[in-house]
Nanobody, 115 residues
Framework: QVQLVESGGGLVQPGGSLRLSCAAS????????MGWHRQAPGKQRELVAR???????TYDDSVKGRFTISRDNAKNTVYLQMNSLKPEDTAVYYC?????????WGKGTLVTVSS
């Protein structure tokens, strides 16, 4: 079992920045990958960014060059640095971890981009 707790969401103006954090209940060394997904109202949940055990990162085209995923193994935490935020980035952001083909999810943190 892996418990994931997100933090760092909130209200930000267009062009602003936020950093999301996801704290895992166990060492992230044992996880195949960790990532961030988001779900906007009326839309399906979509992958935003992922980082594998080996450090390979993947980004959705809509966030490339603006978002950066990283991890701190000592703190069992994964981050999502979000810059140049746009209104269309508004969504609930969920942390995800994969271990032996099993998905684990956090409860989500709301990001609202609005003036």
């Amino acid at each position: 079992q892996v418990q994931l707790v997100e933090s760092g969401g909130g209200l930000v103006q267009p062009g602003g920045s936020l950093r999301l954090s996801c704290a895992a209940s166990r060492s992230i060394f044992g996880l195949d990958s960790m990532g961030w997904h988001r779900q906007a109202p009326g839309k399906q949940r979509e992958l935003v960014a992922r980082i594998t055990l080996g450090g390979t990162t993947t980004y959705d085209d809509s966030v490339k060059g603006r978002f950066t995923i990283s991890r701190d193994n000592a703190k069992n935490t994964v981050y999502l640095q979000m810059n140049s935020l746009k209104p269309e980035d508004t969504a609930v952001y969920y942390c995800n971890a994969v271990r032996i083909n099993i998905d684990y999810w956090g409860k989500g943190t709301l990001v609202t981009v609005s003036s």
